[in-house]
């Protein structure tokens, strides 16, 4: 005999999460966003802002000074940021036009069902960044300060499932918080560091021990594969957009603006300071230059920081996760920021952050031909097309071709980006295979 109470609790948990969404607001992760709910150009922004303006995009920045010399890694710094500009801001345009999270764009393009696979890939990776991001805050607080490292990961990834769970709102509200940090603090740091030298030697900076290991091509993967995955769901972000204006002002905000000013802090700092054999991952990055300083206000100034600056991050990230799987398993995105949180608090105890530069070289050679077949589709192929059908085969081929030949550009041809590489061979691929099959571009 059942009980009757297994009828009744998913209508009380239906009753509760509606009344959530009535006090924080609807997330719309299986509808297109209505006109009345999307967002004034301010809060776009300074949700896309509060992203990239990070201090781990303060050690990428002193990763690539560090292995290509500063005046090299400057323009990898600004191509890169280029090209992430262009990428981020066409798909953003997708998203604000039909109002659509990113799986549901991903639906029009690789099928009802087929969509899956592309949301699914980035709504993980984004969890594990959201673990690995999480793992860093622990790490440096642990490190600097000498308290229990599995405590203060705990502590960080509950905080920032609490941010996430606010929804699109939360992540405005950290964006204003962080942002003005590390304008402040960053814009300090830097300044303070190259005060102990001159320009003209910060520029001359040969990169580590005076040796420049890095390529361009691998240089410019490393920018661009720092917010790739982000990149192609923004979609998430810039559905709540009201025009294409609001929609491309809060890409820039992005790229190349905030991302660009996160990379200069921490690539000034190394080359201003060119300690041999630097760890921007353990005490060699801004936040071990403000506590290094050796002054209790700023000590405690630069512990509220990190948590507000990476628990920007990385309610993003959970936010992106969430909004996948929930829209993937019929569910809502706060309850999936609530189980998923746990489970990247429970993967940060791991030190998986420790593989942050083989997680790019991943992402390079996954993301960018998503994204790319997503545009090639939208704005040449299949311009105003809906979702119509279960798979689309020539958008899998398609990615598969992109991510072959970034494979063998990673092992063959490492002088290249494997990203850039990625992205244009999947476009073309597309465009290719929808001619053979008939499709008409619109």
């Known amino acids: 005999m059942s009980s009757p109470h297994r009828h009744v609790e998913p209508e009380a948990l239906e009753h509760i999460e509606e009344n959530i969404d009535h006090a924080l607001g609807e997330e719309y992760e299986h509808d297109p966003v209505p006109p009345g709910a999307r967002r004034s150009m301010f809060s776009v922004t300074m949700v896309w802002m509060g992203f990239p303006m990070i201090i781990t995009g303060a050690m990428t920045g002193s990763i690539l000074v560090l292995g290509m010399g500063f005046s090299n890694?400057?323009?990898?710094?600004?191509?890169?940021?280029?090209?992430?500009?262009?990428?981020?801001?066409?798909?953003?345009?997708?998203?604000?036009?039909?109002?659509?999270?990113?799986?549901?764009?991903a639906s029009i393009v690789f099928g009802?069902?087929?969509?899956?696979?592309?949301?699914?890939?980035?709504?993980?990776?984004?969890?594990?960044?959201?673990?690995?991001?999480?793992?860093?805050?622990?790490?440096?607080?642990?490190?600097?300060?000498?308290?229990?490292?599995?405590?203060?990961?705990?502590?960080?990834?509950?905080?920032?499932?609490?941010?996430?769970?606010?929804?699109?709102?939360?992540?405005?509200?950290?964006?204003?918080?962080?942002?003005?940090?590390?304008?402040?603090?960053?814009?300090?740091v830097a300044s303070d560091a190259a005060s102990t030298t001159t320009w003209a030697e910060i520029m001359a900076?040969?990169?580590?021990?005076?040796?420049?290991?890095?390529?361009?091509?691998?240089?410019?993967?490393?920018?661009?594969?720092?917010?790739?995955d982000a990149g192609t769901v923004t979609a998430d972000f810039n559905r709540w957009a009201k025009d294409d204006a609001s929609s491309l002002v809060a890409?820039?905000?992005a790229f190349p603006f905030a991302n660009l000013i996160a990379m200069l802090v921490g690539g000034v700092m190394t080359a201003a300071l060119a300690v041999p054999d630097a760890n921007p991952f353990g005490s060699d990055n801004m936040f071990g230059y403000m506590n290094a300083q050796q002054m209790t206000w700023l000590s405690v100034l630069a512990f509220a920081f990190l948590y507000a600056?990476?628990?920007?991050?990385?309610?993003?990230?959970?936010?992106?996760?969430?909004?996948?799987?929930?829209?993937?398993?019929?569910?809502?995105?706060?309850?999936?920021?609530?189980?998923?949180?746990v489970v990247g608090i429970l993967i940060a105890a791991t030190n998986v952050w420790a593989f942050f530069?083989?997680?790019?070289?991943?992402?390079?050679?996954?993301?960018?031909?998503?994204?790319?077949?997503?545009?090639?589709?939208?704005?040449?192929?299949?311009?105003?097309?809906?979702?119509?059908?279960?798979?689309?085969?020539?958008?899998?081929?398609?990615?598969?071709?992109?991510?072959?030949?970034?494979f063998l550009v990673e092992w063959y041809?490492?002088?290249?980006?494997?990203?850039?590489?990625?992205?244009?061979?999947?476009?073309?691929?597309?465009?290719v295979l929808s001619k053979m099959a008939g499709t008409k571009a619109a």
């Not at 041809?413 to 465009?431: D, E, M, N």
Request: one cysteine or more; aromatic letters at 10%; glycine letters at 14%.
């Open 205 to 228: 900076y040969p990169g580590n021990n005076g040796v420049a290991s890095m390529s361009m091509g691998v240089g410019l993967t490393v920018v661009i594969a720092l917010f790739i």
């Open 357 to 406: 530069i083989e997680w790019l070289s991943l992402l390079g050679i996954l993301v960018p031909p998503i994204g790319a077949i997503i545009l090639m589709d939208q704005f040449v192929v299949r311009k105003g097309s809906e979702i119509d059908t279960d798979w689309r085969g020539t958008a899998f081929l398609a990615w598969a071709c992109g991510s072959i030949v970034a």
């Open 413 to 431: 041809a490492p002088q290249l980006s494997t990203a850039i590489s990625a992205g244009i061979v999947g476009a073309i691929a597309y465009l």
């Open 73 to 105: 890694a400057l323009k990898a710094m600004i191509i890169g940021n280029l090209i992430m500009l262009v990428y981020v801001g066409a798909l953003g345009l997708l998203g604000s036009r039909k109002g659509l999270n990113f799986a549901l764009l």
């Open 251 to 253: 890409t820039f905000s």
């Open 309 to 341: 600056n990476l628990g920007s991050v990385c309610a993003h990230c959970l936010y992106n996760a969430a909004t996948g799987w929930s829209r993937i398993l019929g569910s809502h995105m706060r309850l999936f920021a609530i189980l998923l949180g």
């Open 112 to 188: 009802r069902k087929g969509y899956v696979f592309a949301s699914g890939l980035l709504s993980t990776l984004l969890l594990g960044w959201y673990a690995v991001q999480t793992g860093i805050t622990g790490a440096l607080v642990s490190g600097t300060y000498g308290l229990n490292y599995v405590v203060m990961t705990t502590i960080a990834g509950v905080l920032y499932i609490g941010i996430t769970f606010i929804g699109v709102r939360g992540l405005h509200l950290i964006g204003t918080v962080s942002v003005p940090l590390f304008v402040v603090l960053g814009l300090w």
